[in-house]
């Protein structure tokens, strides 16, 4: 009996070995199962928690950038003489709010060494939209000159905007537009935004906004805004360049003319024209330019471009923002504003 009741102990023990082991597995399997599904939903918290960061620094790069807008329209606002305009005025405007002390950093006062933490950036600056060609009144036989500009550009631009479907040499109309992989159709009226080059046939994203850092683009040189007539106070020669009957050396007298005797631009010495016929005294422009400059040019401007750049760290991706501005007997308007990255 002993011998049988120790037998019958040892089987029990056998057969309950398998059980616990199956419970062992099983409990560790659970916990692995609990184990990721934790670090699961630490990874999506950490995510939505990123998103949030994201979220809330889009949202405060965008009234950032508000404000500078603001800030570049007061700017245009305090501009008492309408009937000129040139570089040397209030709307000229290149900075920040850091330098005009308009922005300190949260937890450190003014004069303080910067340091680590909320950083925010917010710099704005004002072109003057009339010293640009006008794309809808201007001539394509004077643009060749233009960086960026070929001849296929320079003949769909008018077709994208003449009212027939009769494409010009080397151009575009709807018949083209429509085998594209996105099809659409040739607008066939003037263009209302400059940004709509970029549906022109032959232009590419970087001749139209500069190949890198700092380079000028189509939309650098053109505009939709304003009579045709240019600004002789703020083009530049490369603009003045292309009037009829001026050219690179006539646009260039002109432009040394402005800077003064030190040669150079934004400095105490800088000359402007008060009326169009103040160009007679530039030397070195014939009497024929001279009148061609009066025809062509204007002194003053209704119409402005404001670019503004804001960060709320100094590594994070920038908000920028441009607008176009009218102004009219001292009232501004906005006449279109449009995000341009973040």
């Keep these: 009996m002993k011998t049988n009741g120790g037998q019958s102990r040892r089987f029990r023990v056998a057969a309950g070995a398998p059980r616990r082991a199956a419970v062992l597995v099983l409990v560790l399997a659970v916990m692995s199962a609990l184990s ?6 630490c990874h999506r918290a950490r995510l939505e928690l990123k998103m949030a960061r994201i979220r809330s620094e889009q949202v405060r ?37 850091e ?19 909320d950083d925010a950036r ?56 429509e085998r594209l992989d996105e099809p659409y159709r040739a607008k066939n009226e003037p263009m209302a935004l400059i940004w709509e080059l970029a549906l022109v046939k032959g232009v590419e994203w970087t001749a139209l906004v500069g190949a890198g850092p ?20 703020t083009a530049s020669a490369e603009v003045l360049s292309t009037l ?8 260039r007298a002109l432009a040394e003319w402005r800077v003064g005797s030190d040669g150079r631009p934004f400095t105490a010495d800088d000359r402007f024209f008060s009326a169009g016929g103040d160009v007679v ?16 040019g204007s002194v003053s401007t209704r119409h402005f ?38």
């Design 305 to 342: 471009r404001v670019y503004v750049e804001a960060r709320v760290r100094p590594e994070g991706r920038p908000y920028r923002l441009s607008a176009g501005v009218r102004r009219n007997d001292g009232e501004l308007r906005l006449i279109w504003v449009r995000p341009m990255s973040f």
């Design 61 to 97: 790069s965008h009234y950032l950038a508000i404000g500078g807008l603001q800030r570049a329209l007061l700017a245009i606002r305090g501009d008492a003489d309408e009937k000129i305009d040139h570089f040397g005025e209030a709307w000229r405007l290149a900075t920040s709010a």
């Design 281 to 296: 005294q530039v030397p070195g422009l014939t009497e024929r330019q001279a009148e061609l400059l009066m025809e062509y």
């Design 99 to 117: 330098q005009e002390g308009l922005l300190t950093v949260a937890g450190e006062s003014p004069g303080e060494e910067r340091g680590g933490g």
């Design 122 to 177: 917010v710099y704005y600056a004002v072109s003057d939209e009339e010293g640009l060609l006008n794309v809808n009144t201007g001539s394509p036989a004077t643009w060749m000159i233009l960086p960026g500009m070929d001849e296929t550009i320079a003949s769909a631009i008018p077709d994208w905007q003449d009212a027939d479907e009769s494409p010009m040499r080397g151009g575009a109309e709807s018949s083209y537009y």
């Design 244 to 251: 009829p009957g001026i050219g690179p050396e006539g646009a």
């Design 36 to 41: 990721l599904l934790a670090l699961g939903l």
């Design 214 to 233: 700092g380079a000028a683009g189509l939309v650098d040189r053109f505009t939709v805004c304003g009579d045709g007539k240019i600004n002789l106070n």
